[in-house]
């Protein structure tokens, strides 16, 4: 039951938020944080009293349409556990974020961060594959919202390429599960859409292939994938800030979740012959990612691209196939929900400060906001991968993973961790560095602000300098997984 009351809450929240924000706008926020600290504080509970009884730490399933075969089925593992834990952090942080940035529809506001939330929880439990197409769809409609109410100027264009981009793709993965459905049912006479049944289905090649690029798709366009990214950029460019901590750190994390949880296992011999070619089109986003970012003058387009470039790592770790990169992978996912989630809140906050997103309109805000300067140097610096920090962990072990078996892969996705550090370094230096050319004199940090940025550098030093618990948390997934390294 404590599986369901982490979705049900955080509806319940967003009801709530809603309903009382038109007489008491204040109350809103603070059931949302409420909410989503009671959700925080469940998980935690899990993770303490069951992460050594067994791989699942905890099931729900109740029939839900028994006639053709869908059931409400909750599971938590360690994968799951740590990306549950990601989600409910990245969420409470950025409801802080927004505590002054948005004025307007307040209630409205905190009712999607709370359903999106929940729908990217439903993703990371559902263990019935239509649950996990309804979670999926789920995400869809909340962002779409808070890119369309509270973006900027062409917020409405960038609020629609990515609705097209996820709804097209969402629908190719639906065929393929109704087309997985089917190939189970005229093997065995049974219509489900549970997981531990559907693993192991007899299909050809061809079918299997088919099938399998049906869920990569989706997938493919979430991370995303070159050259599926192109949404990205123009929604990080016109959303708000705490739509883009959710938006680039957390519903990547669920790509790639889906790509762990059931790519390998359903489709083992199909996602190996694609395997290379993932590889490429990983290699190819690492670095173009990194160039394009490189060229860009609205620093939410650079941390955009620099998204892209970061997620190549997943990408590729999770199709590298072993032990070592399937943990890096997993590593990245989480240390770039933290560090990019924390860029895009910085640049939010030189947005408010200065008036634009543009690096032309910065330049030595480093004598005004010595503060906001340091920290804004402290992530830049875990973007490109300071040894110390959790990102630096994660591609770590993707490039070497990867070298094992790739060794070409691992030399091309090399360079682009030379190329983060041109564009990180660019963003500092022209940013916070050189003459205070328009004589600003802004404020610093406040206290609020400084208090949300110094729990995500303390996440990240934690990650760096401590990662065996997020290993150890994972190898409780692993035997489930066992098709990723064989």
Not at 42 to 62: E, I, M, S
Not at 313 to 327: K, M, T, Y
Request: charged residues 10%.
């Amino acid at each position: 039951m404590i599986l369901l009351w982490l979705i049900v809450v955080l509806i319940i929240g967003g009801i709530l938020a809603w309903a009382v924000a038109r007489a008491i706008p204040l109350l809103s926020r603070w059931i949302s944080v409420v909410a989503i600290l009671l959700d925080l504080a469940l998980a935690l509970y899990l993770a303490v009293q069951h992460l050594n009884a067994g791989p699942w730490l905890a099931q729900a399933d109740w029939d839900w349409i028994p006639q053709f075969g869908i059931h409400f089925h909750l599971a938590m593992d360690g994968l799951s556990l740590l990306l549950v834990i990601l989600t409910l952090f990245i969420g409470l942080l950025a409801v802080f974020v927004s505590w002054r940035e948005i004025t307007t529809a307040i209630g409205f506001y905190h009712f999607n961060i709370l359903c999106i939330l929940a729908g990217i929880l439903g993703v990371f439990l559902s263990l019935d594959l239509f649950l996990f197409y309804f979670s999926w769809e789920l995400m869809l409609v909340p962002m779409y919202f808070l890119i369309l109410l509270w973006g900027r100027e062409h917020r409405a264009r960038a609020a629609i390429k990515f609705f097209l981009f996820t709804q097209i793709s969402g629908l190719l993965m639906l065929i393929a599960i109704l087309a997985l459905y089917i190939a189970h049912y005229r093997v065995t006479g049974i219509y489900t859409f549970e997981y531990a049944e559907l693993l192991g289905t007899p299909l050809s090649p061809l079918a299997s292939m088919c099938i399998m690029l049906g869920f990569f798709a989706a997938f493919a366009v979430k991370l995303p994938v070159f050259p599926f990214h192109t949404w990205l950029p123009d929604a990080c460019a016109e959303a708000s800030t705490g739509t883009n901590m959710i938006l680039a750190g957390l519903l990547a994390t669920t790509a790639g979740y889906g790509m762990i949880r059931f790519l390998f296992p359903l489709f083992p011999n199909a996602t190996r012959t694609f395997a290379p070619i993932a590889m490429i089109l990983a290699v190819i986003g690492i670095l173009y990612g990194a160039f394009l970012a490189l060229s860009q003058t609205n620093l939410m387009r650079l941390l955009a691209y620099a998204s892209i470039s970061h997620l190549g790592f997943v990408l590729l770790g999770i199709f590298a196939s072993n032990a070592l990169s399937v943990q890096g992978a997993v590593m990245t996912m989480i240390a770039h929900g933290i560090s990019t989630g924390a860029l895009f809140l910085i640049a939010g906050l030189l947005e408010a400060r200065t008036g634009s997103r543009e690096l032309d309109s910065m330049s030595g805000l480093w004598d005004t906001v010595p503060r906001l300067s340091g920290v804004g140097l402290f992530f830049a610096l875990a973007s490109l991968g300071l040894p110390g920090m959790g990102d630096f962990i994660g591609e770590f072990l993707v490039l070497l993973g990867t070298f094992r078996g790739h060794l070409i892969f691992a030399i091309v996705a090399a360079c682009g961790v030379l190329a983060a550090m041109f564009y990180a370094l660019r963003f500092v230096q022209r940013a916070f560095h050189g003459p205070n050319l328009r004589q600003l004199h802004l404020p610093d940090l406040a206290m609020r602000e400084g208090f949300v940025l110094g729990v995500m550098i303390v996440a990240l030093l934690w990650l760096g300098f401590y990662p065996q618990p997020v290993f150890h948390t994972f190898a409780h997934a692993a035997n489930h997984l066992p098709a990723l390294w064989r």
